[in-house]
């Protein structure tokens, strides 16, 4: 179910936008887990858009399986894994930032934008914030993360991390990396969830989602986002 065109040089593509109304919002550019724009993906898109944003989230997977949605079982894990490594980094990149531009300038947005993203999506948030195309970021368990820590040191905006003490992906030399972007950075902001492992946010699937860490998780993300907006309009 994608809704939203986004024009980039490497080709339109779609998204799936939520949250416009005749009102402008501020934006979230809500960025996928390997699994597609899912059903997992559209809700927490919704989610955010009940908080007070309009939210698109782009398909990042449209190099090669434009549109593709899949589920959680052995199957579609192998195949989102195999889709996942065969992805351009720079073309994903890209992606992000067309979407990002998109959003700003559609009429439903007032202009600022937040990235928030989960597992892949959450490595591509902290790449934006690094290059400063975004006014805040929020990333959920991030992956890769050693392979671009140094980028971890050149935000241009408000970062917020969260991720869980039972992640896999996230083992404690990588939380030492996630929690080092707050030295010195009071605006930046890591959350460590105990018992919480990798998806925890993720309601459809049927194995790790972490109920009362998703919860707070939430709220933190949308009272940060709204503060890093606030700061930037002299606190409106």
């Known amino acids: ?14 998204g799936y936008l939520t949250g416009a109304g005749e009102a402008k919002r501020p934006g979230i550019v809500l960025l996928q887990e390997i699994f597609g724009v899912n059903d997992a993906m559209r809700l927490a898109a919704d989610q955010f858009a009940a908080d007070g944003f309009v939210v698109l989230v782009p398909d990042l ?11 959680y079982s052995d199957a579609d894990r192998d195949q989102a894994i195999a889709i996942w490594q065969s992805l351009d980094d720079d073309w994903v990149a ?3 930032a067309a979407a990002i531009a998109a959003l700003r300038v559609d ?10 993203g989960f597992c892949l999506g959450g490595k591509h948030a902290l790449l934006a914030a690094s290059i400063g195309i975004v006014d ?38 990588v939380r030492e990396i996630l ?15 105990a018992g919480a ?11 790790g989602f972490h109920p009362e860490a998703a919860a707070l998780a939430h709220g933190q993300a949308v009272d940060f986002i709204k503060q ?9």
């Open 1 to 14: 179910m994608l809704n939203f065109n986004i024009h980039s040089v490497d080709g339109d593509f779609g």
């Open 61 to 71: 997977f449209h190099q090669s399986k434009p549109g593709i949605e899949l589920g």
């Open 94 to 96: 890209r992606d992000t």
């Open 107 to 116: 009429p439903s947005c007032n202009g600022k934008v937040a990235a928030v």
């Open 136 to 173: 805040a970021a929020v990333s959920f368990y991030p992956v890769q993360v050693a392979s671009y820590q140094d980028q971890l040191k050149t935000f241009k905006c408000p970062v917020q991390v969260q991720v869980g003490d039972a992640d896999s992906h996230a083992p404690e030399e």
């Open 179 to 193: 929690a080092g972007i707050t030295v010195d950075r009071p605006e930046n902001a890591y959350h460590l969830h």
């Open 197 to 207: 492992g990798h998806g925890f946010y993720n309601s459809v699937r049927s194995f």
């Open 228 to 236: 890093a907006f606030g700061a930037m309009s002299g606190g409106d």
